[in-house]
Every structure is written in C-alpha cells, then in structure tokens.
C-alpha cells in the first residue's frame, strides 16, 4: 500500500520519446504524450479516451477516429459538447447529495467470514465479543486481482436479493485496485500487471469485467475507491524513474476505469493520499491541478463525486493534540488536509466531496516517522463507519482497509518483502500482504477507540 517518499518533490514532465512513426497498437497522443503522433502504414491513431490515443488497424476504426496526427498538450483534456471522447454515455442518472442516504451498506462476505474465524481463535471471552462485533461494521471490497472479480457479482447477487427481501436498499463498496506497474515508489510491488506486458490494455479488461458484473444489478448502488497511492505518486514521486514511466499509463487507465464505471452508475472518489503527503503545503497545489485535470478529462461526471483521503492508513480525523511526527506541517489531521485542498479543487473546477478512513486511526502518536505505514504496532479501530461527518465536505468516514489483513510481510527472504515492515514501529514477525494477520486484528480490536 501507500508508500510514502519526497514529500516536497512537486509534478514532473514525462520523459520525452522518439518522434519516429509509431507501431501498430502503440501510443500515438492523449495529454502530456511527448511521443510519435504518426502511425505506420495500415494503422490511424484513434482516441481512446483523453490520455491514450492507440495506432489501431484502419479497417477496425470507427467514428471516434482522429487523424494520424493528433493534439498532444493538455488542452486536449477538455471535453466539450463537441468533443470526440469514446467513453460510452451513461446509462444512469446520478443522484444528488451524498449517495449513502436512503441505502444500507452492504457487509463484505469474505471479511465477515475472516473475523468469525478470527473470533474463534480468541482465547479471552471479553476480547472474542468485542472481535465478534467487527463482523457487522461494513468495509469495502478490494479488487486487486482480475481472478477476485467474478465474486463481485456473486456479492451484488446478495445484495440485490438482501433488498427484495429486507425492503432495505443496498450499497456496495469496492476498491479499485490493479494498476499495471502498481505502487511505482514501492520498495516492493504486489500488482499483477505491468506496462511491459501490455499492463494497460489487461487493465481496460479488468475493468470491462468489472463493468459488466455492476450492470447486471442495477437496483445495488456501487460506491468505489479508485487507485490508491496512484494519484500521490504522480504529485511527489515522478523523480522515482518508474512513476515517470508510469505516469501516462496510470492516467490513462483511471481515465478509463471512471469514464465506464460511471456509465453503469458507481458514485466514485480518487484516492488522494493524507495529510502527511499530500497535504503539505508545497503539495496542495500540485495535487490539486492534478485532480482538477482527471476531473475535466473524465467529463466531469457526477459520479465523479470525489475523494478519498487517509486509505489504509492511520491519521486522525481531528485532533487537539498533534502527534509529533507532524510538525512543521499546518494540515496535521484529515480534516485540516481536507479544508486546506478544497478551495484549491474548487479553482479548478472540481466541486470534490470526501471520504475519509478512520478503519484502524483509533490510537495516535505511534509511529517514528509519518511515512511508516506497515502494520503500526498499537493502532486501533478508529472511528465507525458513519455520514455524520461534523462536515460538509465529507460525505462519509469509512472504514477502507479491512482491518485484520496485513500491510506487508516483515520476512526478508520474501519476494514481496519491503524492508518498512521490519522497522521497530512495524509489530512482527508479520505474514505476507493481504493475509490475515490474527495478532493484529487482536490489537485493533483491544485498541480501538470508541471501544467496540
């Protein structure tokens, strides 16, 4: 997850390429692309969405076909109700106001099923009722693997048939998760993609499938996270070489992931890092130009409704006291970071709404340093899933990261191993990422506040 790096860096230019005519299926425009804008003989660029142009075979282009050379400066992010996008029009009507109301949220099966086990394997009774009560506080639905989405449908079958039987109208929440070359700044990746083995187009599948399963249950809202630590990566790391390779390719995939997921209705919020990395005041500005320019280049959808700050991570929502680790930086909590970035979002046109994580930010002045985010000894559930927010700007405080699966494994012998999970503030020895990690979801459990 977020992997936390050059806190002042600010937005980079992609590397520039050769102007060389450009091979059949390879990239030929679309906002900041430096490259060749020529295709070879038999192919024409053609827009696939404001980031990607693609020289594909001239018989198979259609009416969204552009020339053979196309505009390649970021004014081509802007769509008019003239312009050429190929994103499909929606077929669902967005509704106003914060899309939790009127809907219950729908509990994860496979996270219910981690913590009844979990509670079984509690030796003291008074810790096992607390743990068993986790079971019915709702989180969200990681999709971070193309072989998790089928299961998708099968929840949203659930929910769908919860509704028709409870009277109770359904809300799903999922996490956009699979970027080719995933975690750019990362000592060590996770993702099962990556640019070099044609990462973006398996990714515009991913997401096809994705798609396809929401649009067979039109009665279940979808609320998603998209892409966290992708967005703050592009703000503070494009010094890190593979976040510069990446950073078009990463555009270009949310670009598509929001354009289709808003044509089957999913309300969605753009992860947008926390407090300690975005929020300093050197990045507030840069990020918020970057998130104003997805926002234009996506259409300006209303189910574009926002962001998500602080996922996975361990920041308060408002404090008094501010942990040391913060100093020097005014925007020390989630709320600060929030009320510090929105009038900048606002001048650029992005009238965004927020989600904030408070899944394991019970307990505070933990870490050694504000980048630590691996498996923080003494972290508790934080506050529960809830809309009232004590804000305007925060439709919902959620619970993002499902509490109990580990951040990273601390065995140096892994492939997957990065070496903050072994730092002192870091609770070990610690399983590999994503399984279950019995001895911290204990501590979330003992350590949460308000007590379960």
Known sequence: MFKFAA??????????FASAQVQLYGQCGGVNWTGGTTCVSGATCTELNSYYYQCLPTASTSASTTSSTVPTSSTSASKTSTGTSSAPSSTATAAAGNPWTGYQTFLSPYYVAEVNAAVQNI???????????????????????VAKVPTLGTYLASADALATSSGNKQLLQIVIYDLPDRDCAAKASNGEFTIADDGQTK???????????????????????????????LVTNMSVEKCANAATTYKACITYAIEQLATVGVYMYL???????????ANLSPAAQLFGQMYTATGKSPFFRGLATNVANYNALTTTSPDPITSGDPNYDELLYIQALSPLLTQQGFPAQFIVDQ?????????????DWCNIKGAGFGIQPTTNTGSTLIDAIAWIKPGGECDGTSNSSSPRYDSTCSLSDALTPAPEAGTWFQAYFEDLVNYANPAL
Do not use: C
Not at 224 to 232: K, N, Q, R, T, W
Not at 271 to 281: K, N, T, V, Y
Not at 359 to 371: E, Y
């Open 271 to 281: 992860d947008a890092g926390h407090a300690g990395w975005l929020g300093w005041p």
């Open 203 to 233: 990714y515009f599948n991913y997401i096809d499938q994705i798609v396809a399963q929401i649009k067979a249950y039109p009665n279940v809202r979808v609320v998603a996270v998209i892409e966290p630590d992708s967005m703050g990566n």
């Open 123 to 145: 030796t003291d009774p008074t810790l096992a009722t607390k743990a068993a009560k986790v079971a019915n506080i709702p989180n969200f639905t990681w999709l971070d693997e």
């Open 359 to 371: 899944g394991r930010s019970g307990q505070q002045n933990l870490r050694q340093a504000w980048g």
């Open 7 to 16: 806190l002042l860096a600010l937005v980079a230019l992609v590397p520039s």
